[in-house]
């Protein structure tokens, strides 16, 4: 979960074994009345949610990338079918279903996860009040592009099984995938940059400063770092 204090502009993330529900209850018809803009942020987030888990180095983990990229499909194809209909039952239910195989630990058991795009986001939603899952969409693509050498095989595969590229020099593919999932993320009403908010430069020097302060490091290498995140943001306006 996420804590957020409006009088300092910070916002944290924890986790605990004793924060965990035993059990959940999933009625997709409680979702019909969402406006479309939560309904898209529920589809970017549940997606990045599984991009951070999946995207980062090869471990030999083939049945965790495979149920990775089935969340990441199908949400890709029923996303859209939700935002089309807002009472269509399957529709919600299999994004309900999504969302929680994306964050119950399933995926992520035994391989490598990032959170840099998260972390990176929770300033964006603190500083400025973005919504969380818009703060992805802008991140998470600067991200690949900085991160691209170190998680090149990873992007390759990403290419491949998520979006079909499988022809082309190895920066044509990944430049693809990023480019599709860009547009994947806008298809749903969500956009990918910085000044379609109203922001500009101005944004990676105060984060580049608090990450600063806090020695904060990012990312599965934890090469993420004040002024690599302040790089990657140059690069959203």
Same mark, same amino acid.
């Given at each position: 979960?996420?804590?957020?204090?409006?009088?300092?502009?910070e916002?944290?993330?924890f986790g605990?074994?004793?924060?965990y529900?035993?059990?959940a209850?999933?009625?997709?018809?409680?979702?019909?009345?969402l406006?479309?803009?939560?309904?898209?942020?529920?589809?970017?987030?549940?997606?990045?949610h599984v991009?951070?888990q999946?995207?980062?180095?090869?471990?030999?983990?083939?049945?965790? /990338?495979?149920?990775?990229?089935?969340?990441? =499909?199908?949400?890709? #194809?029923?996303?859209?079918?939700?935002?089309a209909? @807002? +009472?269509?039952?399957?529709?919600?239910?299999t994004?309900?279903?999504?969302?929680t195989?994306?964050?119950?630990?399933?995926?992520?058991?035994?391989?490598?996860?990032?959170?840099?795009?998260?972390?990176?986001g929770?300033?964006?939603?603190?500083?400025?009040?973005?919504?969380?899952?818009?703060t992805?969409?802008?991140?998470?693509?600067?991200?690949?592009?900085?991160?691209?050498?170190?998680?090149?095989?990873?992007?390759?595969?990403?290419?491949?099984?998520?979006?079909?590229?499988?022809s082309?020099? /190895?920066d044509?593919?990944?430049?693809?995938? =990023?480019?599709?999932? #860009?547009?994947?993320?806008?298809s749903?009403?969500? @956009? +990918?940059t910085?000044?379609?908010?109203?922001?500009?430069?101005?944004?990676?020097?105060?984060?580049?400063?608090?990450?600063?302060?806090?020695?904060?490091?990012?990312?599965?290498?934890?090469?993420?770092?004040a002024?690599?995140?302040?790089?990657?943001?140059a690069t959203?306006?």
């Open positions: 979960g996420v804590i957020s204090r409006d009088a300092t502009q916002k944290f993330a605990s074994s004793y924060t529900p035993v059990f209850i999933l009625d997709p018809e409680t979702t019909y009345s406006p479309p803009r939560q309904v898209a942020n529920g589809i970017v987030d549940a997606f990045v991009v951070e999946y995207l980062t180095y090869p471990v030999n983990a083939p049945l965790q /990338d495979r149920q990775a990229e089935a969340v990441m =499909i199908t949400l890709i #194809e029923e996303g859209p079918k939700a935002l209909d @807002p +009472t269509n039952y399957d529709a919600r239910a994004l309900m279903w999504c969302a195989q994306a964050l119950n630990g399933l995926i992520g058991c035994g391989v490598p996860q990032d959170w840099a795009t998260h972390m990176i929770h300033e964006l939603t603190a500083l400025y009040g973005l919504d969380h899952a818009q992805l969409a802008i991140v998470l693509p600067a991200v690949m592009r900085h991160q691209r050498a170190r998680k090149c095989e990873k992007l390759l595969q990403y290419a491949e099984r998520v979006w079909g590229v499988r082309g020099s /190895d044509f593919r990944i430049d693809a995938a =990023i480019k599709m999932t #860009e547009l994947f993320f806008r749903v009403g969500v @956009p +990918t910085l000044h379609e908010y109203g922001m500009g430069a101005e944004v990676s020097e105060r984060i580049r400063q608090r990450f600063e302060q806090r020695s904060t490091r990012l990312g599965e290498h934890q090469d993420i770092g002024a690599e995140t302040a790089a990657l943001l959203c306006i």
